[in-house]
Nanobody, 124 residues
Framework: QLQLVESGGGLVQPGGALRLSCAAS????????IGWFRQAPGKEREGVSC????????NYADSVKGRFTISRDNAKNTVYLQMNSLKPEDTAVYYC?????????????????WGQGTQVTVSS
């Protein structure tokens, strides 16, 4: 069974940091582009960042550029999202997703497999 599981969410103060993990089971991530998305209450799901299967290509939403870093460790079958300088507007459920391609996009419809999400709350 193909499964993606996110972890690492939680409550953090503004300016703080969190590292999210996306672990795959039932398949290897080596050949998949991986994206991170988020959905805040009352808002549509949006693309945050993505990374190609090789890790050589990454992309970020303008709202997180310079603060978030995506990376992957194919040996551990895991993709990470390091989030620094967090802001209250980063509060959302964060999802990882895999697309059946070596490249990646920030478009939701391009992705085939989704995790259940992990809550990130930025508040003082």
């Amino acid at each position: 069974q193909l499964q993606l599981v996110e972890s690492g969410g939680g409550l953090v103060q503004p300016g703080g940091a969190l590292r999210l993990s996306c672990a795959a089971s039932g398949f290897t991530l080596d050949y998949y582009g991986i994206g991170w998305f988020r959905q805040a209450p009352g808002k549509e799901r949006e693309g945050v960042s993505c990374i190609s299967s090789s890790g050589r290509s990454t992309n970020y939403a303008d709202s997180v550029k310079g603060r978030f870093t995506i990376s992957r460790d194919n040996a551990k079958n895991t993709v990470y999202l390091q989030m620094n300088s967090l802001k209250p507007e980063d509060t959302a459920v964060y999802y990882c997703a895999a697309m059946g391609s070596s490249w990646c996009t920030l478009w939701i419809d391009d992705y085939d497999y989704w995790g259940q999400g992990t809550q990130v709350t930025v508040s003082s």
